[in-house]
């Protein structure tokens, strides 16, 4: 026999999202529940054909300021709270006339919708649920006695539960619930107080809240002794793995996740309106960047940069993927791909590849908009703005001799769109809006110099040409050169003109280097560390 067995006699029900409602009422109105509502819910209710108390007549005191106060009530929430075998407990309700409540079904004021629609302050305010909380935080407190239930996904389990014990509840399922009730609210509050931080521009609130939606539980994390889950947030408003559809192929592992986001985050610095791109990212580092007319050229010039780090990579375009594309990157084992659409025939082709995750996230994120990161520290987190910022939007400065050619100038600006998204200290290589080689994650700048370099001469050598696709080239650093090693290195390469953020105390140093070996540099003044 189950723990803690629990029979009902009253629900309240009280929800905006009327999903599958008349037939859980139905079904707990079987079990001889009496079922008590309000607003819309009781209507819904009632219009089905079944008997429903109003609100008001069990508290005696009507709704009020436009339905704002209603269930803020000692009837209520002495009904939620009471503790049923409290003999104190017991003398109090049938003092004040306040019937138990056993089973609480609330879903909440549709916030996160609300704001994610771009609705009105004022529109966003009034979908600020108080009643809602308030009676959940009550309920799940005493789940000892209460049933809670706030999600529509969970009316089958309830009446399964109802219908295995002879309409009694057990404890287990109770805590369960109240546990998922908690973690409810918090993710709603979270959403309210982030957003209210958001509309005051407070960069660090006393309390910094966020949560979730678990959208799968992964079998592992990182590596196999590690658990780990992916959640959604609605409040995130951000087009992207999260709220991408699943096409096909395997599930997703926690990699597959971090390195998709990635890919998808880079592929997203180029409008799709001016060029079609396409990224290739292994271990949440680019390994092949490219724009062109179309999709499959793209992903050709991106691939040519590291043929060997893209086995078993995550590919990312801007564009409805087509056929032609597809066609291109099934011919090597490849792990997931991502675009914001894609046409009938590049579905069948990669349905030819069972295990390859196709993602469909019907746009592309802005590159410019605003919006949180947050990364766990022992004892805490850190929370950051996102890295919203564009080379397109930069005051550029030339501080060399030399100034860069029409050509150099559209491949600093691919190189530094790119080195954006490579791990820190990044140095990125880049000719006719491609990358040549890419060098991320050293201690030393000059170190990714070299590697870099080490890769553009071994991307050509697998292509067949005769010379390092860095000779000619431009290259972009994440950060200041604070030696002239490094943009040495570059120009020993082949680079031919270098983009780098500049505020270092040698820039003096580092600008003559470049002058002597007739290099043009240009200045951002932003820096891109990615950590």
């Known amino acids: 026999m189950p723990e803690g067995l629990r029979r009902a006699a009253r629900a309240l029900i009280s929800v905006s999202d009327k999903t599958g409602l008349v037939e859980f ?5 079987a079990f001889g529940i009496e079922l008590v509502s309000t607003g819309g819910t009781r209507k819904a209710l009632a219009d089905a054909g079944l008997q429903v108390r109003e609100v008001s007549d069990l508290t005696g005191f009507p709704e009020i300021m436009d339905g704002r106060v209603k269930t803020l009530h000692p009837k209520i929430h002495g009904g939620l709270l009471a503790i049923r075998e409290n003999p104190e407990h017991e003398a109090a309700m049938l003092a004040h006339g306040i019937p138990p409540i056993d089973i609480l079904v609330v879903n909440l004021y549709p916030f996160e919708a609300t704001i994610a629609s771009g609705a009105p302050f004022a529109d966003c305010i009034e979908n600020i649920d108080i009643g809602g909380p308030a009676m959940i935080r009550a309920a799940a407190k005493n789940f000892n006695d209460v049933a809670v239930v706030v999600d529509a996904g969970d009316y089958q389990l309830l009446l399964a539960e109802m219908t295995a014990h002879g309409g009694a509840t057990a404890r287990e399922l109770r805590q369960k619930l109240a546990q998922k009730a908690f973690a409810r609210t918090a993710v709603y509050d ?5 957003w209210l931080a958001e509309k005051m521009e407070l960069s660090a609130p006393p309390y910094r809240a966020f949560g979730g939606t678990l959208a799968m539980s992964l079998r592992y994390g990182e ?11 609605a409040s995130a408003r951000r087009q992207g ?6 096409v096909q192929g395997k599930e997703l592992s926690y990699n597959n996740v971090n390195d998709t986001d990635a890919a998808f985050e880079l592929a997203a610095e180029f409008d799709p309106g001016r060029t079609a791109a396409c990224a290739i990212i292994k271990h ?5 960047v490219a724009e062109a007319d179309n999709l499959a050229e793209a992903y050709a010039r991106a691939l040519r940069c590291d043929p060997v780090s893209a086995f078993g990579g995550i590919v990312a375009v801007n564009r409805k993927l087509d056929a032609s594309a597809a066609a291109e990157i099934v011919k090597i084992f490849t792990e997931v791909i991502i675009a914001p659409d894609a046409d009938e025939e590049a579905i069948a082709l990669i349905a030819t590849k069972k295990n390859l995750r196709l993602l469909l996230t019907g746009g592309m994120p802005d590159p410019r908009a605003e919006g949180l990161t947050f990364r766990a520290v022992a004892g805490g987190f850190l929370a950051q703005t996102r890295d919203n910022a564009n080379v397109d939007d930069m005051d550029l400065r030339v501080v060399s001799k030399r100034v860069p050619d029409a050509r150099e100038w559209r491949d600093l ?10 791990k820190s200290n990044a140095i990125v290589y880049a000719r006719d809006g491609a990358t040549a080689g890419i060098g991320a994650g050293q201690m030393s700048r000059v170190d990714s110099a070299r590697i870099a370099a080490i890769k553009a001469a071994e991307a050509a050598s697998a292509a067949g040409l005769p010379e390092s696709l860095a000779r000619g080239s431009v290259v972009a650093s994440d950060a200041f050169f604070p030696f002239a090693d490094g943009l040495l290195a570059a120009a020993e390469a082949g680079a031919t003109a270098v983009i780098q953020p500049g505020g270092s105390l040698r820039d003096s140093d580092v600008i003559k280097a470049a002058d002597d070996k007739g ?13």
């Open 190 to 194: 979270a959403a309210i107080s982030n």
């Open 223 to 233: 590596n196999p002794h590690q658990s780990a889950a992916f959640y959604t947030s």
């Open 413 to 422: 600006k691919f190189a530094f769109r790119v080195a954006k998204h490579v």
């Open 241 to 246: 793995v999260a709220a991408a559809r699943q």
């Open 25 to 29: 009422a139905r079904g707990l109105s």
């Open 519 to 531: 290099l043009a540099m240009v200045f951002t003044g932003v820096r891109h560390f990615r950590h």
């Open 284 to 288: 949440a580092n680019p390994c092949g």
